[in-house]
């Protein structure tokens, strides 16, 4: 069983910042990649960027330039700065930590981000 937990959505004005923080705890030796997804009202969950086990980052075109992915100070451990944020940004983001061995994708519950004046 591994246990993702994120924390740090809230509510910006357009242009604010946030910075997003993801966890895993539990069984596990290993981690492939750890991922943001979000989920905009009504629509389904999209990869928003991740990292792997390389460092190797991969950003949805949309947030280019604006968020950053980066591991934390464990390797259990990541966040995402997001900057300038736009309206569009606004869903709930989750972070997927997948790992070698079964269930392979942990997910967590989910924080809300709403970008609005």
């Known amino acids: 069983q591994v246990h993702v937990a994120e924390s740090g959505g809230g509510s910006v004005q357009p242009g604010g910042s946030l910075r997003l923080d993801c966890s895993a705890s539990g069984s596990f030796s290993s981690i492939n990649v750890m991922a943001w997804y979000r989920q905009a009202p009504g629509k389904q969950r999209d990869l928003v960027a991740l990292?792997?086990?390389?460092?190797?980052?991969n950003y949805a075109d949309s947030v280019k330039g604006r968020f950053t992915i980066s591991r934390g100070d464990t390797r259990n451990a990541m966040y995402l700065q997001m900057n300038d944020l736009r309206p569009d940004d606004t869903g709930v983001y989750y972070c997927?930590?997948?790992?070698?061995?079964?269930?392979?994708?942990?997910w967590g519950q989910g924080t809300q981000v709403t970008v609005s004046s």
């Open positions: 990292i792997s086990r390389t460092d190797t980052t």
């Open positions: 997927l930590v997948a790992t070698p061995t079964p269930p392979y994708e942990n």
